[in-house]
């Protein structure tokens, strides 16, 4: 993972397919038994939950991108990368962004009101807002550090989900099979373990 300092944290994986048939692949391992119900696919977009059961407050999600890869060359068999980004779940990450853009407003209002104040003669008192908002947003950045902290386990199921997905989706044809449920819909593709691509945390 990237820099503990982020509130967001991401890396990036190399996928050796197009972004439409990476999705395709991708959208196939997550319809197994194996995975059923623990990501979701929409788009170019994936999206891993942990399950309601096990959900904290802190509890992360893992968002995937699929995105062509334009430093790839021709000959080359990587055609796509993933981005993938954790971050709280979004009612939680909307609450932080409501809190970070309010404390905004506040700092610039605060700002002009305390510059007339100043320029009228009287005592800027409006500018003692201004430190008050940023210890908030400093409060708010500490705490996703801390949730991140707490949440760490989860972290780390989540991205051990996606390489799964990734094993899943990318293994050779010949180690793949396809049953059929009973309700007559195709079943999805058996990895068997012979050969895995993606990188370990």
Known sequence: MNSPLRMQPMFVQALPA???EAMRRIRRAIATDELAGQAVAAGHVVD??????KRRFWSPHLSVHVCADDSAGVDQATQSEAYCRFSPRPEIWTMFMAVYFSAGCFIFAAAIWGYVQWFMGDSPWALAVIPVCLLVIA????????GQGFSTDQMHV????WERTVELAFAPESTLHTDVHPTGAPETDVWDGTESVGSGI
Do not use: Y
């Open 18 to 20: 197009e972004p439409d």
């Open 48 to 53: 891993f939950k942990i399950e309601r059961a």
């Open 139 to 146: 409060g708010l950045h500490i705490a996703s550090l801390i």
């Open 158 to 161: 989540l991205r051990s989900r």
